[in-house]
């Protein structure tokens, strides 16, 4: 989430069965970055969901849930797969530094995360779910 504090009312899970096989595609690349994040704690799960919060204003893309190490991505951001990287890369670095948005710690780590995903990328680490996928 990127913004300061938002109080989450509800998630509720969208489990897989029920997505589009394009947001499945993207939700195989996000699981596969994160993957590539599990030390020192693993990410327990990276799912799909509707996210209720109290602040009606704020647009929420993902949340990561410091308790059950989870990372829960929006409907909108799943649909596309730039978004779906950049949310799980944002959310990522919540599950490494337990730091809270806008904290240098936060931020260096988006840049560490994301330095070591476009490095993987480029490898072609994905190359093979990244076949069928419109950036
Ligand atoms: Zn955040």
Redesign the pocket.
Known sequence: ???KRITVISIDVINDEKLSPLERRHLAVARTIAGWFQTPIPIAKLVCAKVVIVEKHLVL????SLGSKSIYLTESVVNRLQPTIETTI??I??HITGS??DTPE?ELEIDRVSEEVIKRVEAGEINNLLGDVTW
Not at 61 to 64: A, C, P, R, S
Request: hydrophobic share 20%.
């Open positions: 989430m990127k913004s893309d993902g949340v990561y944002h959310e670095a919540h809270e948005d936060h």
